[in-house]
């Protein structure tokens, strides 16, 4: 139940950061819309597509794109009259990640997966929706830029967490909020100190001297 | 019956302005192919993927690819010889959308699901493959840029009209005409008089002097 | 059986360039295996989304996984020490590419699909990971590029024929091996001597003149 709710309002939060995009972008309100919807819902429809469960959440459920909607309204409102809040909308937007990682990994779960593609699943719902909104506005994947660090590995660290925790006999309720709050306070820690994972790199010319 | 043929010129119209997009990029007639095909029944495949539909429409009928790769072909053979009429080309659009969107909404409905979602798969169905098509030759989708004028609200506007009218008691037939027309219409005069919706602009510089 | 290793052979060196790619990025590591993955395994689950199967076949076998896994760290441990092999990666790409292509086809027809669309879904199968690595790099698709000659070409011309080899009644195993070696033999020729398609180009300043 309580998840249900705390899935909403990662929703709404990655629908104010589509709606954010998208005014850096000088969309127009249907264009803002779509881009929120496509954030907002991005990363869960991939999850229910692979999975191929029989309805999509969003297609069952309508109080998701009307929250999508409601959330991008009130963020234009906002923005006429007030500067966006970028540092709050970047922490909001980790508590949305940790959300929809954990709570894509349970949908993965219900659905009788191996661990492994549970936590594929996971890590998926979680940086599907942000890869989606910056493939449509023209941006390298955030998951990908070192400007924000340790997206993609908080939301591996927290469904792997979540996964051994109850391979461990931790009850699910328990493993749910230790995996949700491993994602937001890596994700936090990483924004406030910037810290970042080994870079891979290939030089070529360095190379080519060897 | 009549329909089935609309939505085949619909595809062909679309093929048209992805093998011409492709003609910008300087494509070999494989890649023109490819583009074309995206361009043409991407908005379609997007919608019966995420409907879950049982199989996908030209997976079907394959003579929606038939169609495509002809389209292709005189395309690549017309311009040998004569300049692209990127104008008529334009409004032939504009019927595409138009009719895209609107049978896009009767597949939705013929599934099952709430007016909501039919008029989300409309829209979807009437401007992914564009979409798609700007992504892979490394451009902002369309329906982003302020170049091409009302776009997906023309779609939107008539997947409302469509569905409104069938609540207001319309006959189905009665409602996919008019639903068509305001596509159309809307997209015509955007063109003709070059209209467009309020920007949602987000300007850092100015914002932080508040 | 053998397929099954080959298939396996394929994913691994599909994944290696896509980890090369990566590290051209600069991307960190989970950003590295990301994309590995998605080159790997990209165009079986484009294919096998559109065939609607029940499961997508990743999801049902993790061997995949676990060897996209290893190759991708093999490939950031190898770059540590040496220099790339870029040539060749190059040649092992176009036997991924042959083998992806072939054994997309007979997922096609083991799902009783019409000749065109086993087609379809082997060039599909074949070339769709290295599109969806492009865009997610931001990266024009190499299948539209004239530096990767004859790439979808290749894949076609193979598809082609090991349909038309099993109509003209020749055994699967014989149509199997003569498709794969034509993909990868005109792709290894289309390196070699630098061969491209003639190319569909569109000359504004030149049309408008006539």
Known sequence: MSFYYLDLIGVAVFAMSGALAAGRKQLDW??????????AIGGGTVRDVLLNRDTVFWIQDPTYLWGIISASFLTILYVRFFRPPFNLIMYAD?????????LGAQVA?????SNLIVIVMAVLTGVAGGVIRDVLTGEIPHLFRSTEPLYSVAALTGAVT???LQKLGLLNDYATYIGISVVAL??????????????FSIDHDKKDSD
């Open 109 to 113: 779960e219900a659905h009788g997966v």
């Open 30 to 39: 249907v264009g803002v819309v779509f881009l929120a919807t496509v954030t």
């Open 162 to 164: 979540y996964v051994l």
């Open 94 to 102: 980790a508590l949305g990640l940790a959300l929809f990682t954990i």
């Open 186 to 199: 890596f994700r936090f820690a990483a924004i406030f100190w910037n810290l970042n994972m080994p870079m």
